[in-house]
Nanobody
Framework: QVQLVESGGGLVQPGGSLRLSCAAS????????MGWYRQAPGKQRELVAG???????NYADSVKGRFTISRDSAKNTVYLQMNSLKPEDTAVYYC?????????????WGQGTQVTVSS
């Protein structure tokens, strides 16, 4: 069984910063990629940022220059540093991981963490 546990969400004023963390645990053999998605009320879930096992990253245009994704492979953990936050960044942020367990390769999701940007 694999679990992704997110932390670091909360309420922040516009222009502020937050750092999200997501730790993967369980019978993990290898992780190919991890990423962050978000879903705002009434909108579809969208990719925010992703990082591969080789360290390649990609970002949504709306967060380029403000958000930074990084990982600690030894801890199976991915981070999202969010700076210069805007009200439109308000959403539930989900972590996902493309990984292999003892049985197969699958994509797993965390439970989500709320980020609210408001004055």
């Amino acid at each position: 069984q694999v679990q992704l546990v997110e932390s670091g969400g909360g309420l922040v004023q516009p222009g502020g910063s937050l750092r999200l963390s997501c730790a993967a645990s369980g019978s993990i053999l290898s992780i190919y990629a991890m990423g962050w998605y978000r879903q705002a009320p009434g909108k579809q879930r969208e990719l925010v940022a992703g990082i591969t096992s080789a360290g390649s990253t990609n970002y949504a245009d709306s967060v380029k220059g403000r958000f930074t994704i990084s990982r600690d492979s030894a801890k199976n953990t991915v981070y999202l540093q969010m700076n210069s936050l805007k009200p439109e960044d308000t959403a539930v942020y989900y972590c996902n991981a493309d990984l292999t367990t003892n049985f197969r390769r699958s994509v797993y999701w965390g439970q989500g963490t709320q980020v609210t940007v408001s004055s």
